[in-house]
C-alpha cells in the first residue's frame, strides 16, 4: 500500500464511521516540532507515530505502532517491560513504511496491518483532538480524539519515558 491508497482507506475509514475530523493543508513537513505550528496546535496534541521492531526471546520477532504525544518521547525500556521483550528498536524505515503504507514523517496513529500491533500512551487521549500528517507530508488531520479512540480500539499502555529516565 502506497502513502496515496492508505490516506484514501483512511478517509474513507472514517467518513464510513462518521468522525469528526478536519483536513489541514500546510508546506511539506513531517517532523512534529516543526509541522505542529504551521497547523495551530499545541505539539502535546499532535499524535507522534513511531514504528518499533519488537523481539521476544530469541525467535519471536513483532512490530508496534507507538504512539505518543508530540511532546513526549517513547520509552523502549517500557515497551520492553510490557511486552516482555528482550529487544526494542526503531524499525528500519523500509520495514516502517512497508508496514505502515506510508513514509516516515506520515505515518497515521492507525494500524490497517494485522503485523502492527497499536500501543497508544493514555496521555495523548488529554485533548479534545489529536493532530496528525495524514499519511502526507502536506496535509494534516485534526481528528476529535472520542472518534480516534472509538475507530483505532488501540492498547493502552504508559509508554512515555519519564522526565528522570533517561531512556532513548
Do not use: W
Not at 468522525?19 to 499524535?47: C, F, K, W
Not at 504525544?69 to 525500556?77: E, H, K, L, Q, S
Amino acid at each position: 500500500m502506497n502513502s496515496l491508497e492508505t490516506y484514501n482507506k483512511l478517509i474513507a475509514f472514517l467518513d464510513e464511521n462518521k468522525a469528526s475530523y478536519r483536513l489541514i493543508d500546510h508546506p511539506p513537513e513531517g517532523r512534529t516540532d516543526i509541522v505542529s505550528p504551521m497547523r495551530g496546535n499545541a505539539v502535546s496534541q499532535a499524535a507522534k507515530c513511531m514504528v518499533m521492531i519488537v523481539k521476544i526471546g530469541k525467535k519471536e520477532t513483532k512490530y508496534v505502532l507507538a504512539v505518543v504525544p508530540g511532546d513526549a518521547r517513547v520509552d523502549f525500556n517500557s515497551i520492553k517491560g510490557k511486552l516482555n521483550a528482550s529487544y526494542v528498536s526503531f524499525a528500519t524505515p523500509e520495514i516502517a513504511e512497508r508496514l505502515s503504507g506510508s513514509v516516515a514523517g506520515t505515518i497515521l496513529p492507525f494500524s490497517f496491518n494485522p503485523e502492527l500491533e497499536l500501543i497508544v500512551d493514555p496521555t495523548l487521549l488529554d485533548n479534545e483532538e489529536i493532530f496528525f500528517n495524514a499519511a502526507r507530508l502536506d496535509r494534516s488531520m485534526a481528528l476529535k480524539t472520542s472518534d480516534y479512540a472509538r475507530l483505532a480500539k488501540p492498547r493502552y499502555e504508559r509508554i512515555v519515558q519519564s522526565q528522570a529516565n533517561n531512556a532513548v
